[in-house]
Nanobody
């Protein structure tokens, strides 16, 4: 399994930006579908964004409706890193953000990081 470590969380005012990073271990990072999830207090963990290989060196990114137009997911296979650039942050974006990696078509059985806290003040 791949080991994942997130960083970059913090406290930001509404309208501000944060960039989360996830460092992954292993030599086969490029073959994993990677994603960001978040969990707010009292709520279930939810999908934020994902990026998967669709052929050769071509990757496809997808976003939750809440993230579209504000968040950008990216990966650097040479560095084994996954990033999430978050702009125009809202108080409702406050949550613990988790990095995930999977080789299946679903997230069941994925590897997870320990999470990083993002707090957006109004």
């Amino acid at each position: 399994q791949v080991q994942l470590v997130e960083s970059g969380g913090g406290l930001v005012q509404a309208g501000g930006s944060l960039r989360l990073s996830c460092a992954a271990s292993g030599r086969t990072f490029s073959t994993y579908t990677m994603g960001w999830f978040r969990q707010a207090p009292g709520k279930e963990r939810e999908f934020v964004a994902g990026i998967r290989r669709i052929g050769g060196s071509t990757y496809y990114a997808e976003y939750a409706d809440s993230a579209k137009g504000r968040f950008t997911i990216s990966r650097d296979n040479a560095k084994n890193t996954l990033d999430l650039q978050m702009n125009s942050l809202k108080p409702e974006d406050t949550a613990v953000y988790y990095c995930a990696a999977t080789r299946s078509v679903a997230w069941a059985g994925a590897s997870w990081g320990q999470g990083t806290q993002v707090t957006v003040s109004s």
